[in-house]
């Protein structure tokens, strides 16, 4: 699976663009703040219509234009197809097509251009929050399975609201009468996001396992650990279990929640954790470790798309090669040596070499 070909108009600081691709690697190169990010969240916004940067859609059109239009051309599930959408500056919702067609939502796109990006952020993931590692997580399996993405939606939709009846309760008691039913709700859905997260925290956990052996040469035992709400004894329980669980943790917390005007405790707070030989590396992990575990997750992520969609997916890598020592980048270059990737840096060096090289300069391509 590959992008051949795309078309940008009025997309964040592009005029107009258009640009062929190499179906091996693409070197993006260019000074700072000429387009090479944007180009990367170009391609990702047009495999899955999220963005790994904007809060909202209006952000990615051009100062002054009315719309943006990305459009892409992939040989994808045996057949060259189209992607398009067109994105305003106001309120107007997106539109979405498919091969000409109009569609309602992304999920219909789904695994026509699936891509991962690592970012240099990504690196430190597993030293960060937990706020950073359930965004790292979520984004990876949003992609790999649409239901969770509604899910995921749903669940925050309700969280906001049950925030809003906490904070006005004080005020206006009755509220509180609603409460229960939100609760319930809450508690439903949120075991459907554990019972998702669970299958795949494991099957990340055994991916990147592998990847991090034939980097450490096996000398350190790397474990992935899913952490939910402590009721819930085993996420892998049936969910109408694992609701019952959530049922019983927010009956504990429904004092403190009141008390407080907000959500405490739920999967809204999950984590992971990973250990290499026992050891966690939140607490105890050099940079170097942490970095390389932070990799073999990235490439356990491709691994676990590829096997989904049965296509491998486009890699992008935003300036996360230059960050690397060259053990690290030739590790990385090694193990992505088949399928499409994307790689940007300011001073591409050593790279150029390695496939087709696009020079950007504000916004257009030299
Ligand atoms: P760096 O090497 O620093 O990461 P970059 O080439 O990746 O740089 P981008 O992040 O792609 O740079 O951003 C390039 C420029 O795009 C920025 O100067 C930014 O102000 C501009 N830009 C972002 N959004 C818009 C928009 N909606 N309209 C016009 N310009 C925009
Ligand atoms: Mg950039």
């Known amino acids: 699976m590959n992008l051949q070909a795309l078309s940008l108009r009025s997309f964040r600081n592009y005029g107009e663009a258009e640009l062929k691709f190499d179906p091996g690697v693409n070197l993006v190169v260019g000074d700072n703040a000429q387009g090479k990010t944007n180009l990367l969240e170009a391609v990702s916004y047009l495999g899955c219509g999220k963005s790994f940067r904007a809060q909202r859609v ?14 892409g051309t992939v040989f994808s599930q045996e ?15 997106r539109q979405i097509f498919r091969n000409g067609v109009r569609k309602k939502s992304a999920e219909e796109i789904a695994g026509v251009l699936p891509t991962v990006l690592f970012c240099p952020e990504d690196l430190m993931v597993l030293k960060t929050g937990a706020a950073q590692r359930r965004r790292f997580g979520d984004s990876a399996l949003c992609q790999l399975r649409p239901n969770y993405d509604a899910a995921l939606t749903e669940y925050n939709r309700i969280l906001e609201q049950k925030n809003r ?3 006005d309760h004080f005020e206006n008691p009755a509220v509180l009468e609603i409460l229960p039913e939100y609760n319930t709700r809450l508690c439903q859905v949120g075991a459907l996001l ?19 052996g034939q980097f450490s040469g096996g000398a350190e035992d790397f474990r992935l650990e899913y952490k939910t709400v402590s009721t819930v004894k085993d996420p892998f329980a049936p969910v109408n279990l694992l609701t019952q669980q959530l049922m019983e943790h927010l009956d504990r917390h429904y004092r403190a929640e009141l008390e407080t005007a907000q959500c405490l405790t739920g999967p809204h707070k999950d984590d992971f954790t990973v250990s290499l030989s026992g050891v966690d590396l939140k607490i105890y992990g050099s940079q170097g470790q942490t970095r390389t575990a932070a990799i073999s997750l990235k490439l356990a992520q491709r691994e676990l798309m590829g096997r989904e969609w049965g296509e491998e997916p486009v890699l992008l890598l935003d300036d996360v090669l230059s960050e690397l020592d060259p053990g690290r980048q030739d590790f990385v270059l090694n193990q992505i040596a088949s399928g499409q990737v994307f790689i940007t840096c ?13 020079e950007i300069h504000k916004g257009s391509v030299v």
């Open 194 to 212: 554990i019972s998702y997260r669970a299958r795949f925290y494991e099957g990340m956990g055994k991916a990147a396992a592998r990847f991090h």
């Open 58 to 71: 209006s952000e990615m059109v051009r100062f002054g234009a009315d719309f943006a239009e990305i459009q």
């Open 79 to 93: 057949r060259e197809q189209t992607l398009r959408f067109l994105l305003f500056s106001g309120s107007r919702p």
């Open 346 to 358: 300011c001073e591409p060096g050593r790279f150029t070499k390695l496939g087709k090289t696009i």
């Open 165 to 167: 009846i906490l904070k």
